[in-house]
C-alpha cells in the first residue's frame, strides 16, 4: 500500500517554470518505478514522464527537454520540473506509482492542477 500526495500546482505564464512534488508514504516494496500522469481537459491520461528506482528517466515527446523528473528514495519524494511551460502542458498532474502489466499505475495521487497561460 502506497499512499501519494502531490503539491506545488498553480497557473504560470507561457515560458514560466514549475515544480511539482510527491510525497510517498507506505510498504512500497519491491523498489518500484514512478511516473507524473497528466490529463488535459477532454484529453486521456499521458505519461509525461517516468523513472526506476535507480533514477533513469523516460518522457514523453512533448516535455523532452523542458521537464526533468527526478526522486529521492531516502525521503521517499518525487520531483518535477517543467520548464519553458506552454499552454498546452495545461492539465492535472497525477503522481503514480507501481507500474501494472495493462502498463498504467497501481497507485495515484489525488492530483495538482498546472495551468498555463497564453
Known amino acids: 500500500q502506497v499512499h501519494l500526495v502531490e503539491s506545488g500546482g498553480g497557473t504560470v505564464q507561457a515560458g514560466g517554470s514549475l515544480g511539482l512534488s510527491c510525497s510517498a508514504s507506505g510498504n512500497g516494496y519491491p523498489p518500484y518505478s514512478m511516473a507524473w500522469v497528466r490529463q488535459a481537459p477532454g484529453k486521456g491520461r499521458e505519461d509525461v514522464a517516468s523513472i526506476d528506482y535507480d533514477g533513469s528517466a523516460s518522457y514523453a515527446d512533448s516535455v523532452q527537454g523542458r521537464f526533468t523528473i527526478s526522486r529521492d528514495n531516502a525521503k521517499r519524494i518525487l520531483y518535477l520540473q517543467m520548464n519553458t511551460l506552454k499552454p498546452e502542458d495545461t492539465g492535472m498532474y497525477y503522481c503514480?506509482?507501481?507500474?501494472?502489466?495493462?502498463?498504467?499505475?497501481?497507485?495515484w495521487g489525488q492530483g495538482t492542477q498546472v495551468t498555463v497561460s497564453s
Open positions: 503514480a506509482s507501481h507500474r501494472t502489466a495493462g502498463g498504467s499505475w497501481a497507485y
